[in-house]
């Protein structure tokens, strides 16, 4: 049966994105992210300025759009609501960080695994892209209690996930760090479950 073209849409502008960020880090890494235009990436991509804007709207969104969120929301949904919420939000992250690293666009895990350390690395050095880092870190934490809070709200319950979050992305983030400044050497899985462990003292994979 012929794809619908709903499906060939949303499949070509995912493939659209994904060529134009992929040159994008590219640039960025080679000349200098403050060094290359958004015009220069659209030129690299094959495309005009105004459709890099159309899927990225600002030059830092070049770096750090993902489907990180999704993933990890993904995964608090299909987990145990027994486990504990620091066990449950932490599982969610190391496998994500698996997902984005192995199973990413176009099967290749060594090029998945390159492409993600390239925009971590740009996010560390990168002074425009700290700042911005931490509105990801928001949407990400927001992502994590909306997937965990039941609905009708119990303001409580959902200050507790809000911590439990919270301390579980610090312990990403320290994990993040060090993957990017070690150059990729250990793998980004293990290395943010080691931070959890650190952080609460228990394993969470």
């Given at each position: 049966?012929?794809?619908q073209?709903?499906?060939?849409?949303?499949?070509?502008?995912?493939?659209?994105?994904?060529?134009?960020?992929?040159?994008a880090?590219?640039?960025?890494?080679?000349?200098?992210?403050d060094?290359?235009?958004?015009?220069?990436?659209?030129?690299?991509?094959?495309v005009?300025?105004?459709?890099?804007?159309?899927?990225?709207?600002?030059?830092?969104?070049?770096?750090?759009?993902?489907?990180?969120?999704?993933?990890?929301?993904?995964?608090?949904?299909?987990?145990?609501?027994?486990?504990?919420?620091?066990?449950?939000?932490?599982g969610?992250?190391?496998?994500?960080?698996?997902?984005?690293?192995?199973?990413?666009?176009?099967?290749?895990?060594?090029?998945?695994?390159?492409?993600?350390?390239?925009?971590?690395?740009?996010?560390?050095?990168?002074?425009?892209?700290?700042?911005?880092?931490?509105?990801?870190?928001?949407?990400?934490?927001?992502?994590?209690?909306?997937?965990?809070?039941?609905?009708?709200?119990?303001?409580?319950?959902?200050?507790?996930?809000q911590?439990a979050?919270?301390?579980?992305?610090?312990?990403?983030?320290?994990?993040?760090?060090?993957?990017?400044?070690?150059?990729?050497r250990?793998?980004?899985?293990?290395?943010?479950?080691?931070?959890?462990?650190?952080?609460?003292?228990?394993?969470?994979?």
């Amino acid at each position: 049966m012929a794809e619908q073209p709903s499906t060939l849409r949303t499949k070509r502008r995912a493939e659209t994105q994904r060529a134009i960020q992929a040159h994008a880090v590219r640039l960025f890494t080679e000349r200098g992210y403050d060094a290359t235009a958004v015009t220069d990436v659209a030129e690299a991509a094959g495309v005009s300025p105004m459709t890099v804007y159309r899927h990225f709207p600002t030059k830092e969104d070049l770096v750090l759009a993902d489907q990180n969120g999704i993933l990890v929301a993904e995964r608090i949904a299909a987990s145990s609501p027994e486990r504990p919420l620091v066990r449950r939000i932490g599982g969610a992250l190391v496998e994500g960080a698996a997902a984005l690293t192995t199973g990413g666009p176009g099967g290749d895990p060594t090029a998945n695994k390159r492409f993600l350390l390239a925009r971590l690395q740009l996010m560390v050095t990168t002074p425009a892209l700290r700042a911005r880092h931490l509105d990801n870190h928001y949407a990400l934490q927001q992502a994590i209690v909306d997937a965990l809070v039941d609905e009708p709200a119990d303001p409580e319950r959902t200050f507790r996930i809000q911590a439990a979050a919270g301390a579980c992305l610090a312990a990403m983030h320290t994990a993040l760090v060090r993957w990017a400044e070690d150059d990729g050497r250990a793998e980004l899985p293990e290395l943010i479950n080691q931070a959890l462990t650190a952080a609460f003292g228990t394993e969470n994979a």
